[in-house]
């Protein structure tokens, strides 16, 4: 187990430094002056050119991203905010635990309705259940995000008033858009655990149980989640990874404070080096997730080798 996570964390290694390439050349080559973000496009062309001269932008790009990839490094700097002149690395961590705390409750939400609507759709196939479970995950995948999460606002925020419209604060502000970017993410699960209990359920082993007079309670519980659960984990840490993704537009709607609403406004005012942090953030919490996930693999079915 040991080295398989050191060999996984060693892998992590090239791919990270792509992405630091790939996000680098993404957000210069992307039309959009710094100079004029950061000073205002109203300086004089004299002052605009001793500032690209200070600031670095008149050095070939190799030499801006080794520049870069030097001060991450070597100090952990991520840079200043072009836009507010804020320390980024301070700035990602303050909103990271607000993006975390909601990416997480989101999740139970999905896992908690997707793996028990899921197991009911397939131990009871073709009943008023199973039904009810498909047409509602059908309707689940057919509605987007900010719309949901515009309707929940509008009933229970601003018809019922049990809930703030927007911020965060107190605990009743993660509810509407926890459950809103669960939401989605719910029915992929519901869908994808009914057909893998199906498929468990058919095996030899499960009638073998059957024929031995168990109980179907101990049957579906011992024999069939042990082997139907493995690849519900894998959607589910993918999901996990697409939900950071998801809380970018979730964020927006509610005007929660934490990544998502911080790289649409970064995208919007070109801010070089809030985007590039971003992403490399991103991109390291989908590999950590991966790896969790293999991880898990041993815990749900010892038999499980990690070679």
Same mark, same amino acid.
């Given at each position: 187990?040991?080295?398989?996570?050191?060999?996984?964390?060693?892998?992590?290694?090239?791919?990270?430094?792509?992405?630091?390439?790939?996000?680098?050349?993404?957000?210069?080559?992307?039309?959009?002056?710094?100079?004029?973000?950061?000073?205002?496009?109203?300086?004089?062309?004299?002052?605009?050119?001793?500032?690209?001269?200070?600031?670095?932008?008149?050095?070939?790009?190799?030499?801006?991203?080794?520049? !870069?990839?030097?001060?991450?490094?070597?100090?952990?700097?991520?840079?200043?905010?072009?836009?507010?002149?804020?320390?980024?690395?301070?700035?990602?961590?303050?909103?990271?635990?607000?993006?975390?705390?909601?990416?997480?409750?989101?999740?139970?939400?999905?896992?908690?309705?997707?793996?028990?609507?899921?197991?009911?759709?397939?131990?009871?196939?073709?009943?008023?259940?199973?039904?009810?479970?498909?047409?509602?995950?059908?309707?689940?995948?057919?509605?987007?995000?900010?719309?949901?999460?515009?309707?929940?606002?509008?009933?229970?925020?601003?018809?019922?008033?049990?809930?703030?419209?927007?911020?965060?604060?107190?605990?009743?502000?993660?509810?509407?858009?926890?459950?809103?970017?669960?939401?989605?993410?719910?029915?992929?699960?519901?869908?994808?655990?009914?057909?893998?209990?199906?498929?468990?359920?058919?095996?030899?082993?499960?009638?073998?149980?059957?024929?031995?007079?168990?109980?179907?309670?101990?049957?579906?519980?011992?024999?069939?989640?042990?082997?139907?659960?493995?690849?519900?984990?894998?959607?589910?840490?993918?999901?996990?990874?697409?939900?950071?993704?998801?809380?970018?537009?979730?964020?927006?709607?509610?005007?929660?404070?934490?990544?998502?609403? !911080?790289?649409?406004?970064?995208?919007?005012?070109?801010? !070089?080096?809030?985007?590039?942090?971003?992403?490399?953030?991103?991109?390291?919490?989908?590999?950590?997730?991966?790896?969790?996930?293999?991880?898990?693999?041993?815990?749900?079915?010892?038999?499980?080798?990690?070679?």
């Amino acid at each position: 187990m040991l080295q398989f996570v050191l060999r996984r964390l060693i892998g992590m290694i090239p791919i990270l430094f792509i992405i630091t390439i790939i996000s680098f050349l993404f957000v210069h080559l992307t039309p959009g002056d710094p100079i004029r973000i950061m000073y205002g496009a109203e300086i004089d062309q004299e002052t605009y050119q001793t500032l690209r001269e200070r600031e670095g932008f008149n050095d070939p790009l190799p030499v801006q991203y080794g520049r !870069y990839m030097k001060d991450m490094l070597v100090h952990g700097d991520l840079g200043q905010s072009y836009r507010t002149r804020a320390d980024v690395s301070e700035e990602v961590i303050r909103r990271f635990g607000y993006t975390f705390v909601l990416t997480i409750l989101s999740m139970f939400w999905a896992i908690l309705i997707g793996v028990s609507v899921g197991i009911i759709s397939a131990t009871k196939r073709n009943s008023i259940w199973d039904r009810a479970g498909m047409v509602s995950t059908i309707t689940a995948l057919s509605i987007p995000e900010f719309w949901f999460g515009l309707m929940l606002m509008q009933i229970f925020a601003v018809q019922l008033g049990w809930f703030p419209t927007s911020g965060a604060g107190t605990p009743l502000h993660i509810l509407l858009p926890s459950i809103t970017l669960g939401f989605g993410v719910a029915a992929t699960i519901v869908r994808f655990t009914r057909s893998s209990v199906l498929e468990v359920m058919r095996e030899d082993y499960v009638r073998t149980a059957r024929a031995k007079g168990q109980k179907e309670r101990v049957v579906i519980w011992s024999h069939v989640l042990r082997n139907a659960l493995i690849p519900v984990v894998t959607m589910a840490g993918l999901q996990f990874g697409f939900l950071i993704g998801g809380a970018v537009v979730v964020e927006q709607v509610f005007a929660w404070p934490g990544l998502g609403s !911080y790289l649409i406004d970064s995208i919007l005012s070109r801010d !070089y080096p809030v985007i590039q942090a971003l992403i490399l953030l991103f991109s390291l919490q989908f590999l950590v997730i991966n790896l969790l996930v293999d991880i898990s693999y041993g815990f749900l079915n010892p038999q499980i080798r990690y070679d």
